[in-house]
Every structure is written in C-alpha cells, then in structure tokens.
C-alpha cells in the first residue's frame, strides 16, 4: 500500500498478533451474545457459546496463518428454558455482554501500549 509517495510498513510483533487474535475472539462473543439476545423471543431457539479461555488457547496454538478461525460455538447446557423451548436469559447475555466488552477494552489497552513501545524502540534506534 501506498502513502504519501512511500510504502506504508506494518509492524507486528509476536505480543500484537496474540493481542489480534483476543481482540478477534472477544468480538466473536460479542457478535455471538448479541445473537443470543436478538432471539430472547424465537421460540424453541438455545443460547449459544463458547469456553472463551479454552477457544484463545486454541487460537493461540494454531499454526494457520492466514488468521484466526472462528470460534466453536455450541449450545449452552444448563439453562432453564420456558414453555415455549427458548432458553436465553437476558441477565446471563448482559453479563457476558459486559465481560466481553471489558476484555475488548483491556485488549485494545494493551494493545497500544505494545505499539507505543514499538514506537519507542524504532525512535530510539533513529537517534
């Protein structure tokens, strides 16, 4: 890619790919727990998860390098469903809704300070 009459450069480092694929994986959850939430009156429709822990080690073991997989969401066990076979809780969704969004804050938080230190290292070897 070209700006401004030079190649633009993309740093990575092993710490900001990790970061991606969190970031990548804590939006799968969010998209999925609104999902989730979108159906709370389809009758006969089961939450849907995943083990978030389990799912980033995985990610975190691949070997792909064309990028993360999509999580394997699955039905969730364990929750009561009503009369109509529906079993999304609305107070488990703004939970995970919540958890989720504070991963993707910490995620993006560390994420700029590992930029930020790249940075520094790059500027500090211009000198």
Known sequence: MRRGGGLAMQVTTPLSDALTRYLDLTTEQMKLTAENMANVDTPGYKTK????GQEFLKQMS???T????EAQAQTVDGLVARPDGNNVSMDR???QLAKAQLQFKLGVQLLKN???S???????EAK
Do not use: C, N
């Not at 998860?49 to 978030?52: I, L, S």
């Not at 064309?66 to 997989?69: H, M, R, T, V």
């Open 49 to 52: 998860g995943f083990d978030f």
């Open 62 to 64: 691949s070997t792909d």
């Open 66 to 69: 064309a990028g993360p997989a």
């Open 93 to 95: 969704e703004g939970v």
């Open 114 to 116: 590992e930029y930020s």
């Open 118 to 124: 790249v940075m520094s290292a790059i500027h500090a």
